[in-house]
């Protein structure tokens, strides 16, 4: 899932404009000043040192302020093209370097990368600050808005207008001085403290291993995941035991596995007390400041609450929107998550008398209770998972539906060996786009999945620019002989995170920011397409045993299906508190720094969660929305909101078939390739026929009956 920010914040760090004659004798050697030639334009990776990223974020800063300077003061009388276009169309040279820096620093970070992150994350806010809060620029800008009824636009042109005009309102360009100097204050100071929570994240994460040094703490848990516990020990020295981690890859499997119930506690409360230790990287402190932040600036911007900031974006307009469909979903979900509880919580019993359920025993005894229930495993599914299969299965799915094809390069520069980049083609062989996959946990990679992009989508000149699309997950890594075999979730995960990519590849937008969509919009485009996961026609192309071949048994796959809803209490509830949490701290009614623990307690005590699930994100580790520039501050709500578009949408494909061409042809045209150019629902309804209903969605989660 990529983290977004507001169109043109995107845009002020890619305008180009002539270099002061401080920078114009730039260093030959550094890359950023150079003409690539690599195939493709991509950057020439094995060449760029962390000395090449200041001077050329120094240049491409000081050139962006003589370009905004220029458009300001042109003697011209403002016109779209002068102006608007003109503030969106440079910056090439602050986006050469800024795409490559914060692609690594989320993928293969440093210490280096960290404290160069750290020097220039409140230049480059200052740097907005003085686009959005120039009175001579707005000035202009509004010229070009108030006469929009009389000029001729196109449908795009009139959005990027738009676009514009709301961004230096919410960046601050109507606030009397004082209100600015206030706001550029507060623009400092969380883009420091954004970095902060990153970089203790990070450290808390590469922290904490549970290590075992005795075989038999090793029982229950699967042979591929003991082997990659010893070649991690092995890479850390400590030949001849086993290290586990708080990596998804390390700890789910552990969790849901593991015989032995206290090292299943250990790891739990190793994973959950991230920044929650009252140490040097403890972030509790930061995340309440960052909260009461954004408050204060949503206040100085007119706004109740930063939620409401936020969400006049989305398609949810208001907190009552999210509450509202929060509310709807989290009942029957917590109902179920109740009776899930009660299944567990009896079969822990027949094993443990006087034993009850916690937080540490759900998983293990929710695979006990699926395999009693429905005899599938996840040790069963995992060799049938190979990710170069999965991989398979997921170019296949986009061939069919899209046409798209893809060819491995093995002649373009890469960021770490482990790194491999595809050729995509469209169904007519014109290319398309650069895609880049790197699966695997590293300690300089920071947790989750992403999409990102080293370059975006534009017409340039009249010329289609088009994207390097990059995926960047944490997934299973290949252990002893075999390769890297997925979980169900892993391989859910790889066709999210391709799901956006497919977006980013297809895009067809004249302007850079027009490619970003409403944070509940962007979640569309991922989500449906895990939807083709586990569809039996694909499943057969891609599911096939590692070591045999042999194709996934129809009696595996009717398995899987009819265990399809089993769980869903515990995923959606989970979610959900998460949800609720991140609404909570960006609804505070007044900008105040609230006790970090207490407030999550009392978020959480509100709805009711129960003390055996524990909320997918605690606040000290939420990086979603406490993370630098927090994407999803008030937004993480937007995968139940997109998978209600997503669940109402497949069912047009159900009916007319998964691959229906014309289904699929017209969710491209009118969903993959429109990016933001125009309004979400404009475009939804001119897919669907119709605004979206919530009822599919909460069918496909088993919380209500199909009607009849």
């Known amino acids: ?87 969106e169309n440079g910056g090439l040279a602050l986006a050469k370097v800024s795409d490559v820096f914060f692609t690594l620093t989320g993928a ?101 291993r549970l290590v075992i040094d005795r075989k038999e703490d090793l029982a229950g848990l699967p042979p591929a995941l003991v082997s990659a516990a010893a070649d991690a020990a092995k890479a850390a020295k400590l030949e001849g035991k086993w290290v586990f981690t708080s990596q998804a890859p390390s700890i789910l499997p552990f969790l849901t596995f593991a015989e032995n119930r206290d090292l299943r506690k250990k790891i739990l409360d190793g994973y959950t007390s991230r920044g929650d230790h009252g140490d040097a990287f403890d972030n509790k402190a930061s995340l309440s400041r960052i909260a009461a932040l954004r408050s204060e600036r949503a206040r100085l911007l007119g706004y109740k609450t930063h939620a409401d900031f936020v969400l006049e974006e989305n398609m949810a307009k208001t907190p009552a929107g999210v509450y509202g469909l929060l509310d709807r979903v989290w009942a029957p979900s917590l109902a179920m998550a109740k009776r899930e509880r009660a299944d567990l919580d009896a ?35 995992r060799p049938y998972f190979p990710i170069d299969r999965v991989r398979e299965g997921i170019f296949y799915a986009a061939n069919r539906l899209y046409g798209l094809t893809f060819t491995e390069r093995t002649d373009v520069p890469k960021y770490h060996p482990e790194v491999r980049v595809f050729e995509v083609k469209d169904a007519d062989g014109s290319f398309l786009a650069l895609y880049t996959v790197d699966y695997y946990p590293r300690p300089g990679k920071r947790s989750g999945a992403w999409c990102g992009r080293i370059r975006p989508t534009w017409l340039k000149d009249g010329k289609d620019v088009r994207p390097i699309v990059t995926n960047v997950t944490n997934v299973s890594r290949p252990a002893g002989d075999a390769p890297a075999l997925l979980s169900l979730e892993e391989v859910r995960t790889l ?20 490619g970003r969509t409403s944070r509940d919009f962007v979640e569309l485009p991922s989500q449906i397409m895990e939807s083709w996961a586990l569809e039996p026609e694909v499943l057969k192309v891609y599911a096939k045993h590692w070591k045999t071949g042999e194709t996934i048994p129809l009696a595996l796959v009717s398995k ?21 949490l991140d609404m909570d701290w960006h609804a505070l009614p007044e900008p105040k720094e609230m006790e970090a623990s207490a407030f999550e307690k009392a978020s959480l005590g509100r709805i009711g969660l129960i003390p055996e699930i524990v909320v997918r994100y605690r606040s000290p580790y939420f990086q979603h929305i406490f993370g630098p520039g927090g994407g999803y501050s008030a937004g993480y709500y937007s995968y139940i909101w997109s998978d209600v578009l997503v669940a109402d949408a497949y069912d047009l494909f159900r009916e007319k078939g998964i691959f229906d061409k014309a289904t699929a042809t017209s969710f491209r045209k009118n969903i993959l390739e429109k990016g933001g150019t125009e309004d979400a629902m404009t475009l939804y309804k001119r897919f669907r026929g119709r605004e979206p209903s919530v009822e599919p969605l909460l069918v496909k989660r088993g919380l209500a009956e199909p009607k009849p």
């Open 1 to 87: 899932m990529p983290l977004a920010a507001c169109r043109l914040a995107v845009a002020l760090t890619v305008l180009i404009v002539a270099v002061p004659a401080a920078a114009q004798a730039p260093p030959a050697s550094n890359p950023f000043f150079e003409e690539w030639k690599t195939p493709f334009g991509m950057p020439p990776f094995e060449r760029i040192k962390a000395e090449h990223y200041a001077p050329a974020f120094e240049a491409g800063i000081a050139e962006r302020k003589k370009e905004v300077g220029a458009i300001a003061s042109n003697p011209a009388a403002p016109t779209f093209a002068n102006t608007v276009e003109a503030l």
């Open 347 to 381: 079969a822990m019993k027949a094993e443990r008398k006087d034993a009850s359920l916690e937080a540490w025993d759900w998983r293990y005894y929710s695979e006990k209770v699926r395999k009693a229930r429905f005899d599938l495993d996840d040790k069963a599914l």
């Open 108 to 208: 293969e970070t440093n210490d280096a990368l960290q404290a160069i992150n750290k020097e220039f994350a409140p230049k480059l806010s200052a740097l907005r600050d003085d686009v959005l809060l120039n009175e001579k620029l707005f000035a202009r800008v509004k010229t070009v808005w108030e006469a929009r009824e009389k000029l001729t636009l196109s449908v795009e042109q009139k959005k990027l207008l738009e676009e514009t005009f709301k961004d230096f309102v919410r960046g601050g360009a109507n606030l009397a001085p004082e209100q600015k100097k206030r706001f550029r204050e507060i623009n400092q100071e969380l883009s420091v403290l954004g970095l902060k929570f990153a970089d203790n994240l990070l450290k808390e994460t590469n922290g904490f």
């Open 495 to 514: 066709f999210h995170e391709f799901g956006h990519a497919v977006n980013g590849f297809v895009s067809r937008v004249s302007y850079r920011s027009m």
């Open 560 to 580: 899987i299906e009819k265990a399809g809803t089993y769980g869903e209490g515990f995923r959606t509830t989970e979610y959900l508190a998460a949800s609720y």
